[in-house]
């Protein structure tokens, strides 16, 4: 039997990894919970009141990208804009060359991910070095990250020390403090010889311009000390009307992300330096990226674009803690990439039409999700398109038959009556292969179809009612 | 979040989506539900054409075959008593999924009206009916699996309020309670490893508190978790909150 690849990574998963993933995701969720709401009385009604700000930016996102464009020239930042990853990755490189630079150090940033921008720089001769130290492990790996937020959920610590070692970071050493001030000390050097820093940006006020970087390893602000551009790539959805909504996003983002009450670091960047300051960069460019997010935006599902890259949803996501985020073959993995990743395929949205469908839909990412985006809602709406696009979803029963039956009651009657011949077959005749596939991993009850009617119909009063149940044990065996 | 508006109830008749789990396999559950109404002196009526709520094709993403399905539903629980339905599943179907796959069909407003009066069991004796007690007496160490459908609803909190009042009924926590047992309809069978997998863990969380029966208002879970159980030579005792409560008045000698 076929089974949807998701399952099936997961089922060759090696043990050690799957033992990160789930302890890191657990933990970082139960870290979360407690927080929220040993702090604020109804967390959840922040979640829903930050989930409005989002969707009021989504759904007028042509006031505020002008909006914002004039308040950043007005700050004197170059402002660009990229339709597509290509044309981001373009804008970097023509930034690069016109300053005769060839080396970026990079703080974390999912959207640079998104347009492989660091794979594309060095292909044209630059220099990108990751500096945020899960990435940059991921970078000398040759690994993708698996989490949003925690690039390296997948990997432990001897993994870790090991590619130091293969690297020329120093001999075998799996403690964390080493590994770190290893990373540290290399980085130093890369952050004084580079010419350009580029960073995202997790929020940006319409109201001021201001960009907003949440870190916790403050290397992005070597990346802009050290350095004398700051590039930053951002996409279109990243704005927050007012200064002011700030007080609510970073409180939730913090929270919902790394169970912080805020990150080590929160950087609020208004335009390059001043003439009066000493330092930091004489020149910044912030690159709006489209990168499908406009298709997302015309489609049912732009809800999605609310995200703010929390990753509450992976951690919390029964799914993810099986399969890893490598599972889903995207740039953003778990339920919020499960939704993301297929729509931003364009019309290559077959090739992930099969994500979607990697979730009980259980509903644990929409109750912990910090703007309250209904992502069972959207799995869902992307099921019924593989379906409308004729996409073959492996080991989904087909439903038509089904759906025949079950609108003509005496059909329906016959079959519960007829049903009770599963009772006496082994597992491999059953007529339906949905059955197989169930008693594979479990056993099926026994089918008592039409008994419930027939009580009510042959009981008089309140009969007492004590059936005994067959068990299909003896059959299955026969298997 | 989900829309749990109810219409308050008025009279003491209702309609019963027995289910077709229910329907197929789980009978005893399908009458206890009866019992338990009858108990409170509702008169339960059974609308013989009822075949399933549709969930399983909208689930498997198949929508036009699922709104075939509830408009089957629609025009077989006409009518104006509420709906109980002894499972948060397929209430959440009536008034959440199928509102969703309906959005754009010209008769959302049918669809709507019957997921206004589709009440979830446990949701309808304490919020529909206001019962806050349960008579009668049940000797057991309960874990409570709080199924996924009943996240933003009233549901779990009911169904907790009546088993914590039974007497000789102690409730033990168990370990990750807000994590999904595995079962997800389709999602059993096109995923069966991670399913498996999560109905593992979920297993082994409720053994470690070593209860006497594995209680929940959903018997697609139950079904999942006992399946695998029995599969793994290491059956558990599973029932439905109806069985409990009917269970719990025999006891007494109330019925």
Same mark, same amino acid.
């Given at each position: 039997?076929?089974?949807?690849?998701?399952?099936?990574?997961?089922?060759?998963?090696?043990?050690?990894?799957?033992?990160?993933?789930?302890?890191?995701?657990?933990?970082?969720?139960?870290?979360?919970?407690?927080?929220?709401?040993?702090?604020?009385?109804?967390?959840?009604?922040?979640?829903?009141?930050?989930?409005?700000?989002?969707?009021?930016?989504?759904? /007028?996102?042509?006031?505020?990208?002008?909006?914002?464009?004039?308040?950043?020239?007005?700050?004197?930042?170059?402002?660009?804009?990229?339709?597509?990853?290509?044309?981001?990755?373009?804008?970097?490189?023509?930034?690069?060359?016109?300053?005769?630079?060839?080396?970026?150090?990079?703080?974390?940033?999912?959207?640079?991910?998104?347009?492989?921008?660091?794979?594309?720089?060095?292909?044209?001769?630059?220099?990108?070095?990751?500096?945020?130290?899960?990435?940059?492990?991921?970078?000398?790996?040759?690994?993708?990250?698996?989490?949003?937020?925690?690039?390296?959920?997948?990997?432990?610590?001897?993994?870790?020390?090991?590619?130091?070692?293969?690297?020329?970071?120093?001999?075998?050493?799996?403690?964390?403090?080493?590994?770190?001030?290893?990373?540290?000390?290399?980085?130093?050097?890369?952050?004084?010889?580079?010419?350009?820093?580029?960073?995202?940006?997790?929020?940006?006020?319409?109201?001021?311009?201001?960009?907003?970087?949440?870190?916790?390893?403050?290397?992005?602000?070597?990346?802009?000390?050290?350095?004398?551009?700051?590039?930053?790539?951002?996409?279109?959805?990243?704005?927050?009307?007012?200064?002011?909504?700030?007080?609510?996003?970073?409180?939730?983002?913090?929270?919902?992300?790394?169970?912080?009450?805020?990150?080590?670091?929160?950087?609020?960047?208004?335009?390059?330096?001043?003439?009066?300051?000493?330092?930091?960069?004489?020149?910044?460019?912030?690159?709006?990226?489209?990168?499908?997010?406009?298709?997302?935006?015309?489609?049912?599902?732009?809800?999605?674009?609310?995200?703010?890259?929390?990753?509450?949803?992976?951690?919390?996501?029964?799914?993810?803690?099986?399969?890893?985020?490598?599972?889903?073959?995207?740039?953003?993995?778990?339920?919020?990439?499960?939704?993301?990743?297929?729509?931003?395929?364009?019309?290559?949205?077959?090739?992930?039409?099969?994500?979607?469908?990697?979730?009980?839909?259980?509903?644990?990412?929409?109750?912990?999700?910090?703007?309250?985006?209904?992502?069972?809602?959207?799995?869902?709406?992307?099921?019924?398109?593989?379906?409308?696009?004729?996409?073959?979803?492996?080991?989904?029963?087909?439903?038509?038959?089904?759906?025949?039956?079950?609108?003509?009651?005496?059909?329906?009657?016959?079959?519960?009556?007829?049903?009770?011949?599963?009772?006496?077959?082994?597992?491999?005749?059953?007529?339906?292969?949905?059955?197989?596939?169930?008693?594979?991993?479990?056993?099926?009850?026994?089918?008592?179809?039409?008994?419930?009617?027939?009580?009510?119909?042959?009981?008089?009063?309140?009969?007492?009612?004590?059936?005994?149940?067959?068990?299909?044990?003896?059959?299955?065996?026969?298997? | 979040?989900?829309?749990?508006?109810?219409?308050?109830?008025?009279?003491?008749?209702?309609?019963?989506?027995?289910?077709?789990?229910?329907?197929?396999?789980?009978?005893?559950?399908?009458?206890?539900?009866?019992?338990?109404?009858?108990?409170?002196?509702?008169?339960?009526?059974?609308?013989?054409?009822?075949?399933?709520?549709?969930?399983?094709?909208?689930?498997?993403?198949?929508?036009?075959?699922?709104?075939?399905?509830?408009?089957?539903?629609?025009?077989?629980?006409?009518?104006?008593?509420?709906?109980?339905?002894?499972?948060?599943?397929?209430?959440?179907?009536?008034?959440?999924?199928?509102?969703?796959?309906?959005?754009?069909?010209?008769?959302?407003?049918?669809?709507?009206?019957?997921?206004?009066?589709?009440?979830?069991?446990?949701?309808?004796?304490?919020?529909?009916?206001?019962?806050?007690?349960?008579?009668?007496?049940?000797?057991?160490?309960?874990?409570?699996?709080?199924?996924?459908?009943?996240?933003?609803?009233?549901?779990?909190?009911?169904?907790?309020?009546?088993?914590?009042?039974?007497?000789?009924?102690?409730?033990?926590?168990?370990?990750?309670?807000?994590?999904?047992?595995?079962?997800?309809?389709?999602?059993?069978?096109?995923?069966?490893?991670?399913?498996?997998?999560?109905?593992?863990?979920?297993?082994?969380?409720?053994?470690?508190?070593?209860?006497?029966?594995?209680?929940?208002?959903?018997?697609?879970?139950?079904?999942?978790?006992?399946?695998?159980?029995?599969?793994?030579?290491?059956?558990?005792?599973?029932?439905?909150?109806?069985?409990?409560?009917?269970?719990?008045?025999? /006891?007494?000698?109330?019925?």
């Amino acid at each position: 039997m076929r089974f949807q690849q998701i399952d099936q990574f997961a089922a060759e998963l090696k043990a050690d990894t799957r033992a990160a993933v789930y302890d890191g995701s657990k933990k970082g969720h139960e870290k979360r919970t407690k927080l929220l709401f040993d702090e604020y009385a109804d967390p959840d009604r922040l979640r829903r009141i930050a989930g409005e700000v989002k969707q009021h930016v989504v759904e /007028n996102l042509d006031t505020y990208l002008p909006q914002v464009e004039a308040k950043l020239k007005a700050n004197g930042v170059i402002v660009h804009w990229a339709a597509t990853a290509e044309a981001a990755n373009q804008a970097v490189l023509g930034i690069m060359r016109a300053r005769g630079a060839t080396k970026m150090v990079k703080a974390k940033t999912m959207v640079s991910e998104e347009t492989e921008l660091a794979h594309f720089l060095e292909k044209h001769g630059m220099e990108a070095l990751e500096t945020d130290l899960g990435e940059f492990i991921v970078q000398i790996d040759g690994d993708h990250p698996s989490h949003i937020v925690k690039p390296i959920i997948h990997k432990n610590r001897r993994e870790i020390a090991t590619s130091f070692e293969k690297n020329g970071l120093g001999a075998y050493n799996d403690d964390p403090q080493t590994i770190t001030r290893r990373a540290r000390h290399f980085l130093r050097h890369k952050y004084l010889e580079a010419d350009v820093g580029l960073t995202g940006a997790n929020f940006v006020s319409a109201e001021s311009g201001r960009l907003v970087l949440v870190t916790n390893e403050g290397n992005s602000r070597f990346c802009l000390a050290a350095t004398k551009c700051h590039i930053a790539m951002v996409g279109i959805e990243k704005i927050v009307p007012r200064d002011y909504d700030l007080a609510l996003f970073l409180n939730l983002l913090a929270r919902s992300g790394t169970a912080q009450e805020l990150t080590v670091y929160t950087e609020f960047i208004s335009g390059p330096k001043s003439p009066t300051q000493p330092d930091g960069p004489e020149e910044m460019h912030v690159i709006f990226v489209d990168n499908g997010r406009t298709e997302v935006l015309a489609s049912d599902c732009r809800d999605i674009l609310r995200c703010i890259r929390c990753g509450a949803c992976l951690n919390v996501c029964p799914v993810y803690r099986q399969a890893s985020g490598h599972a889903y073959r995207s740039v953003y993995p778990g339920p919020v990439g499960a939704v993301l990743s297929p729509l931003m395929m364009g019309d290559k949205f077959p090739q992930k039409a099969d994500l979607p469908k990697a979730s009980s839909l259980c509903g644990a990412c929409h109750e912990v999700c910090p703007v309250n985006i209904p992502i069972p809602d959207l799995l869902l709406r992307l099921r019924n398109r593989a379906k409308e696009e004729n996409v073959p979803s492996p080991g989904t029963p087909p439903m038509g038959a089904w759906a025949l039956l079950a609108s003509q009651p005496t059909a329906w009657r016959a079959s519960l009556f007829g049903g009770k011949i599963i009772n006496y077959l082994p597992t491999k005749l059953l007529p339906i292969p949905a059955l197989r596939a169930w008693e594979a991993k479990r056993s099926l009850p026994a089918w008592r179809g039409g008994e419930f009617r027939k009580w009510l119909k042959t009981r008089k009063g309140r009969a007492d009612f004590s059936p005994t149940a067959p068990s299909r044990a003896e059959a299955k065996k026969a298997d | 979040m989900l829309n749990t508006e109810r219409k308050p109830i008025t009279g003491k008749r209702v309609q019963l989506m027995a289910t077709c789990l229910c329907d197929a396999f789980y009978d005893d559950v399908a009458a206890a539900t009866v019992q338990v109404l009858e108990y409170l002196g509702v008169e339960v009526v059974f609308p013989e054409g009822q075949t399933c709520c549709g969930q399983p094709a909208f689930n498997g993403g198949d929508w036009t075959a699922s709104r075939k399905v509830v408009r089957h539903t629609v025009k077989t629980f006409a009518g104006e008593e509420p709906v109980v339905v002894p499972s948060g599943s397929c209430a959440a179907m009536m008034f959440h999924g199928a509102v969703l796959e309906f959005e754009n069909e010209a008769d959302l407003g049918e669809v709507e009206a019957l997921g206004r009066r589709t009440w979830e069991l446990g949701d309808f004796l304490v919020n529909g009916l206001g019962v806050k007690t349960w008579p009668g007496r049940f000797e057991a160490t309960v874990a409570f699996h709080r199924s996924c459908h009943s996240r933003g609803t009233n549901s779990s909190t009911a169904a907790a309020t009546l088993l914590g009042s039974v007497a000789g009924l102690k409730i033990v926590e168990f370990g990750e309670g807000e994590q999904c047992c595995g079962f997800g309809g389709t999602f059993s069978v096109s995923f069966p490893n991670i399913s498996a997998s999560m109905g593992a863990l979920k297993l082994d969380h409720i053994r470690a508190v070593k209860p006497d029966v594995l209680v929940s208002g959903d018997m697609s879970c139950m079904m999942h978790l006992g399946g695998l159980a029995k599969e793994e030579g290491k059956p558990i005792k599973t029932l439905h909150l109806a069985q409990v409560l009917r269970d719990a008045l025999k /006891n007494g000698k109330l019925i």
